[in-house]
């Protein structure tokens, strides 16, 4: 499979093509049973941005399927996804794709996403999705949401209705949740004592994922790198961004920190 964008928080590829990049089946750091980083569960929504390469005519609307990668089944989901003008030459507008991917009632299992545009056919497959248990996908995982003020890496923000993300769970842990604290002081001349001056703390959120491919880790930094990031619901900001851990052959875990905007205060005298 040929990549035909660079990865949000999505990679999508061209299937009749051969993959010039190592694309291996995920295993659990835990064990043997194969699993992937992005997860999802029955009725929740991906959204997801295709920034097709340069030169992609328009394909119009495409149909949004889930296809099982274990057995070949295709369902059909109520996903809304639409054609974003991306540049005009002599030929046309080409166009990106942008929208929404609702996970239809499927058993658990690992699955693609699969875009299938008209005339002139295309059809263009994502990096692998696990569908879980609503349960088991908000434990072992997060949901992060991302926007940016401009262009970034091809995604056309800009362009997007008011409020337009990027979203998508991670399989991922939070391991640890540290303080940061800023504090100046002074001592006080009548008595001796130390006093606070200026005194203010952040809460760090620090996660480690499962062994994610080179694509999958570049899909995690560039979703880092927007100016507007949600983890579960809460604002946050980027304390220190991606850093890989030893894994196995070419899976790696990847450990970041957050900096839970929720949670931070101004400088207090």
């Known amino acids: 499979m040929l990549r035909v964008n660079r990865p949000n928080l999505l990679a999508w590829f061209n299937p009749t093509q051969s993959n010039p990049l190592p694309f291996p089946l995920p295993l659990s750091e835990f064990g043997c049973l194969p699993q992937a980083a992005s997860v999802t569960y029955a009725g929740a929504s991906t959204m997801a941005y295709v920034n097709l390469i340069e030169g992609r005519p328009n394909n119009g609307v495409p149909a949004v399927k889930l296809v099982s990668e274990l057995t070949g089944t295709v369902y059909n989901t109520t996903s809304t996804v639409f054609a974003i003008p991306r540049t005009f030459n002599t030929s046309g507008n080409t166009y ?118 080179s694509i999958q880790i570049e899909a995690l930094e560039m979703a880092l790198l927007h100016t507007t990031i949600g983890c579960n619901g809460v604002p946050v900001s980027v304390q220190t961004h991606v850093a890989t851990q030893p894994g196995r052959g070419s899976l790696q875990p990847v450990t970041f920190t957050l900096v839970d905007q929720s949670f931070s205060s101004p400088l207090m005298p």
Request: proline share 8%; with cysteine; glycine share 4%.
């Open 96 to 213: 990106d794709t942008y929208g929404s991917l609702v996970c239809p009632a499927v058993p658990p299992g690992l699955y693609r996403w699969q875009l299938v545009y008209p005339s002139p056919a295309l059809t263009l497959v994502s990096s692998l999705i696990e569908v879980l248990t609503q349960v088991d996908a908000i434990q072992y995982s997060i949901y992060l949401d991302v926007a940016n003020t401009r262009i970034l890496q091809g995604v056309r923000y800009p362009f997007l209705d008011p409020g337009s993300t990027q979203s998508l769970r991670l399989r991922a842990r939070l391991i640890d949740t540290p303080y940061q604290v800023d504090q100046t002081t002074y001592r006080e001349v009548t008595t001796g004592r130390i006093r606070p001056y200026h005194q203010a703390a952040d809460r760090l959120l620090s996660f480690r994922t499962e062994p994610l491919d």
